[in-house]
């Protein structure tokens, strides 16, 4: 099974002119330093200008849609929570009086994650969230790492207790690491997540394996061959059976790069598709005017929507594998 045309309403979903998806760096700073993270920090925290871009896109948009996805990414969020505060307050306050459906969610790494930042930004409207561990606390400190060497699962750790203790409506995905360095450990810390979160459903888990995605460890990085991932992950579920582990669909996975109501605001107002190549000049498609146009080059664009074109899962699934050299030289 290879073609999009067999699931019609995925199809009209992400062709849709009254949904949107955009997924906004407030920083591309991070208090991390992880040993496989494939980011430069190259770029800071966004200005009042791009700011106010954001929100005046919102103003118009908001109106025209039936549903607004909201995703935060960086860089670490919420080390620019203001900004996350302002436009995610002002993002879901729009939709309310315009009735359009809201979702907010988060990729954070869960230090600056506290109950009362928690708390503030689920009433934003930011109930959805991914949050990584790379094993229990001797195997995480050794490659999630803050930017001054310390450790920093006793934080996160700390941080998800006091959010599960909340009555508080939100899903959380905890995104577990695993390599050929970790695997063998990370027993332990299931242990601690059955017994930690095996009652509370608004808890999910999402076993990853690292990549080297061009970061400049890439060499470093002890990875699981490909061959093998499949065995060790699904080992693994049945070792999690009850904690509500993210189910594989017999649908076809579609990449938010793919989708073109789908886009990225970066910190500096350039937009993009994919959060992975943020060094790819093919992931530059066009810029944030500071009166909150989008101005789009839609020659740039084409190629990361040929899966749709072509109806090929292939490239729905990843655009960026396989992606087309950029036939555009002069950098926006």
């Known amino acids: 099974m290879n073609k999009l045309n067999e699931f019609p309403e995925k199809l009209q979903g992400i062709l849709s002119n009254k949904s949107q998806e955009l997924i906004i760096f407030p920083t591309e700073q991070c208090n991390f330093r992880c040993t496989y993270c494939y980011e430069d920090f190259s770029l800071g925290k966004m200005s009042n200008e791009i700011v106010g871009g954001v929100k005046k896109f919102l103003y118009r948009r908001i109106p025209e849609l039936d549903s607004l996805h909201l995703s935060w990414f960086g860089g670490e969020p919420l080390v620019a929570k203001d900004i996350v505060f302002d436009i995610s307050e ?10 359009t459906t809201f979702i907010g969610s988060m990729t954070t790494n869960g230090y ?12 934003f409207g930011v109930t959805k969230y991914q949050i990584s561990l790379d094993g229990s606390r001797n195997t995480h400190n050794t490659t999630r ?13 700390g941080n998800l207790l006091n959010i599960r203790k909340s009555d508080l409506n939100f899903s959380i995905t905890l995104r577990v690491h695993l390599d050929n360095n970790n695997v063998d450990q990370i027993e332990s810390l299931l242990k601690d997540l059955k017994k930690e979160f095996f009652y509370d459903k608004r808890f999910s888990i999402f076993f990853k394996t690292i990549e080297k995605l061009g970061g400049k ?5 002890n990875v699981i061959p490909i061959k093998d991932r499949e065995l060790i992950i699904d080992t693994l579920k049945e070792n999690l059976f009850g904690i509500n582990p993210n189910k594989n669909s017999n649908e076809p996975y579609i990449c938010y790069a793919s989708k073109p109501n789908s886009l990225i605001i970066r ?3 350039r937009i ?19 009166n909150g146009t989008i101005k789009i080059d839609s020659d ?33």
């Open 90 to 99: 002002y993002a879901s306050s729009l939709a309310k009086k315009h009735n």
């Open 112 to 123: 600056n994650l506290s109950l009362k930042t928690f708390s503030k930004l689920v009433d």
């Open 145 to 157: 790492l803050r930017a001054d060497g310390k450790g920093t699962f006793d934080r996160i750790w």
């Open 217 to 221: 460890n890439d060499e470093k990085l």
């Open 267 to 269: 910190s500096d107002g």
């Open 272 to 290: 993009g598709k994919c959060t992975v190549a943020l060094n790819d000049n093919r992931n530059s498609i066009g810029e944030l005017l500071s």
């Open 300 to 332: 740039r664009l084409a190629p990361w929507l040929r899966g749709i074109t072509d109806l090929d899962l292939n490239a729905l699934s990843c655009p960026l594998q396989s992606l087309p050299n950029d036939p555009v030289q002069n950098i926006l």
